[in-house]
T-cell receptor, first 112, second 110 residues
Framework: DAGVIQSPRHEVTEMGQEVTLRCKPI?????LFWYRQTMMRGLELLIY????????DSGMPEDRFSAKMPNASFSTLKIQPSEPRDSAVYFC??????????FGPGTRLTVL | GENVEQHPSTLSVQEGDSAVIKCTYS??????FPWYKQELGKGPQLIID?????GEKKDQRIAVTLNKTAKHFSLHITETQPEDSAVYFC?????????FGAGTRLTVKP
């Protein structure tokens, strides 16, 4: 398996623009997680899905953030409109119905 | 909710020496404790984990110990090598809630 796949790897955009980050989890994994990593706040859980259903989105910082998982092999994290303080590395992770969780390579987002 | 504290934030050792990173957690119901290694420009990679019914686990040069009573766990790396240089994160998980420590930047000097 290729592991968790994320795209794009880098995104530079201007304030106010819409940003969409994409994730393909490992096949067969029931859980999918979106994290944000910054120097100031470390790794923060934004939202996670179980069997494509959002379970806990309490980590989503604002209404500007939304996430979807239309099927078992694809998820998106959207920021609209983006702001400079959204600049961070966004990680997607997945795991099967046990404990071991695997991270993707991340998307480095820069909002100018 | 769970609170995970990790120390030290930076650690520098000489090649061949041992490195120890310590974490504490607050929720006694947490039952799974993974350690991740993150290299520059990459995502965190699981290197070892331990469940609450085990006190110690070893995999070659790395080992993890867990003290449930004191609610702390540690990562031990022996015979460190320059390629061990990275940021290491501990985490504590209860149900589907996994909380991460702030990370330790380990530098192994050749």
């Amino acid at each position: 398996d290729a592991g968790v796949i994320q795209s794009p790897r880098h995104e530079v955009t201007e304030m106010g623009q819409e940003v969409t980050l994409r994730c393909k989890p490992i096949s067969g994994h029931d859980y999918l997680f979106w994290y944000r990593q910054t120097m100031m706040r470390g790794l923060e859980l934004l939202i996670y899905f179980n069997n494509n259903v959002p379970i806990d989105d309490s980590g989503m910082p604002e209404d500007r953030f939304s996430a979807k998982m239309p099927n078992a092999s694809f998820s998106t994290l959207k920021i609209q409109p983006s702001e400079p303080r959204d600049s961070a590395v966004y990680f997607c992770a997945s795991r099967p119905n046990n404990n071991e969780q695997f991270f993707g390579p991340g998307t480095r987002l820069t909002v100018l | 909710g769970e609170n995970v504290e990790q120390h030290p934030s930076t650690l520098s050792v000489q090649e061949g020496d041992s490195a120890v990173i310590k974490c504490t957690y607050s929720d006694s119901a947490s039952n799974y404790f993974p350690w991740y290694k993150q290299e520059l420009g990459k995502g965190p990679q699981l290197i070892i984990d331990i469940r609450s019914n085990v006190g110690e686990k070893k995999d070659q040069r790395i080992a993890v110990t867990l003290n449930k009573t004191a609610k702390h766990f540690s990562l031990h790396i022996t015979e460190t090598q320059p390629e061990d240089s990275a940021v290491y994160f501990c985490a504590a998980k209860k149900n589907n809630d996994m909380r991460f420590g702030a990370g330790t930047r380990l530098t192994v000097k050749p």
